[in-house]
């Protein structure tokens, strides 16, 4: 099992209010930035996940988000490409280039050989549409946000595989000369993972590439229906799905006393956390989802990623939610966070009494990937780097050992996709839905 190092590089320094008056983190003025701190944090960050290497994490994953102080990472590719050469070990997977918004696949192409380049064959691409608040701050046609999509990623591949020079000219993107230089150290090419929330196409189209989905935080049970239609799309093109086609990324925080724990988990829900990481305005923009995905949201209490919920698209329907109670906001948010707890959405506590939390969302689950998004909010470097530490000294080496007590082997052990499945077999189970009813979910 590979497990991973994840962290959003929060700006730290916006005051709550500024973010609960603007109802989310996106839109909120740039006046309030300070160039002195966030420099500090750029530098902190990069040190945070050379520590996360020199600690033992498998992965160090990136991400991008545009025009919100929530992630710091606007261009990924450029902390990539510092730690390409900063570390030695640990595999660089990016969650991932926002291909519709980016709108030119061959640079792309280009940027992300040289990273894997330089980091001799280290780099895991991975490829998302961009949240709904990126299309309007890049200028993208929400509509045509998916075929886009999928016209650059398999550009992309063509760049990295098919020998030049060659003219392209597709629906959206047109090149009339393509012979990229710089070539990924990696054979075809780098390996891919497809982060996701509980979109049905995107699920499929990984079945279709057998790319490893992974999992944002979303609810056992939902996340299960997930991995059973990835498995049966998997069946449909002939072969059988396991934990080498699953990861699941998990808000964690860590402490010495579950006392402290608790204390430093309130930064999931800093301003409202990723819950409020955009306006209903722009979360869902009129042809960005397909009306499956919106169906599946609109089911979605729980809080959620990029504040893909109900109650949200309920917003987005009847308008303004009205005048701002900052104490009952704050304590609605405490009350999700307590929630997202007991749905083990959110693990908090110490070693001890996270361990089993894990162990019951990998023996459900069954995925050979996890990653853990660390601490969000003003929290400070000493306390982020103690939840580190607890968690790759005390968690990893449980985690593990658990792993191959119940089998869950990661992409790096067997090629996603390589076990066939004959015509008319029926396929494996890839989840356990038999802890569910002891954990307390339906």
């Not at 200028?139 to 990295?160: C, G, K, L, S, T």
């Not at 990861?247 to 860590?254: D, E, F, K, R, S």
């Not at 104490?327 to 959110?346: G, P, S, T």
Request: hydrophobic content about 40%; proline content about 7%.
């Amino acid at each position: 099992m590979q497990v991973g190092y994840f962290t959003e590089r929060p700006y730290r320094w916006l005051p709550e209010e500024e973010i609960l008056k603007n109802r989310a983190f996106f839109a909120i003025s740039n006046k309030f930035f300070d160039r002195e701190k966030a420099a500090d944090d750029y530098h902190y960050y990069l040190d945070e996940y050379c520590y996360a290497e020199d600690l033992g994490f498998d992965v160090l994953a990136l991400n991008e988000h545009h025009g919100n102080p929530i992630c710091m990472g606007s261009v990924m590719n450029v902390e990539a490409a510092v730690l390409a050469s900063r570390t030695r070990r640990a595999r660089l997977v990016l969650i991932g280039n926002p291909l519709p918004v980016i709108k030119h696949p061959l640079r792309m192409a280009e940027e992300l050989a040289e990273i894997d380049l330089i980091s001799r064959g280290r780099l895991v691409t991975g490829w998302v549409r961009g949240a709904g608040s990126e299309q309007f701050f890049n200028n993208a046609n929400p509509a045509y946000n998916r075929e886009m999509f999928n016209e650059a990623h398999d550009f992309i591949v063509q760049a990295w595989t098919r020998p030049g020079p060659w003219r392209y000219e597709g629906k959206h993107f047109h090149y009339r000369h393509v012979n990229p230089w710089a070539l990924p150290y990696q054979k075809p090419h780098p390996p891919m993972w497809i982060p996701g929330t509980l979109s049905p196409e995107t699920v499929q189209w990984c079945a279709e590439h057998r790319y490893p989905y992974i999992g944002l935080g979303t609810p056992l049970g939902p996340t299960c229906d997930l991995w059973n239609f990835y498995a049966d799309e998997a069946a449909r093109h002939g072969y059988q799905a396991g934990p080498e086609n699953f990861g699941y990324m998990i808000a964690t925080a860590l402490a010495e006393t579950d006392e402290k724990a608790q204390t430093l988990a309130q930064g999931f829900v800093y301003g409202g956390g990723q819950n409020a990481f955009s306006g209903p305005q722009f979360t869902s923009p009129p042809g960005y989802n397909s009306k499956a995905a919106i169906r599946i949201m609109a089911k979605q209490q729980a809080s959620a990623w990029l504040g893909l919920t109900g109650e949200k698209v309920k917003e987005q329907m009847h308008g303004d939610a009205g005048e701002i109670d900052y104490d009952e906001i704050r304590r609605k948010l405490h009350a999700a966070l307590l929630r997202a707890q007991k749905n083990l959405q959110v693990i908090v506590g110490t070693p001890k009494t996270v361990i089993p939390k894990l162990k019951d969302i990998l023996t459900v689950l069954r995925t050979g990937i996890f990653i853990i998004l660390s601490i969000q909010g003003p929290v400070g470097d000493d306390d982020r780097r103690t939840s580190m530490r607890l968690f790759a000294q005390e968690v990893i080496p449980a985690l593990k050992a658990h792993a191959r007590e119940i089998d869950l082997l990661d992409p790096f052990e067997r090629a996603p996709g390589s076990v066939k499945l004959m015509p008319g077999t029926k396929r494996a189970s890839v989840v356990d839905r038999a802890p569910l009813t002891a954990l307390g979910f339906n």
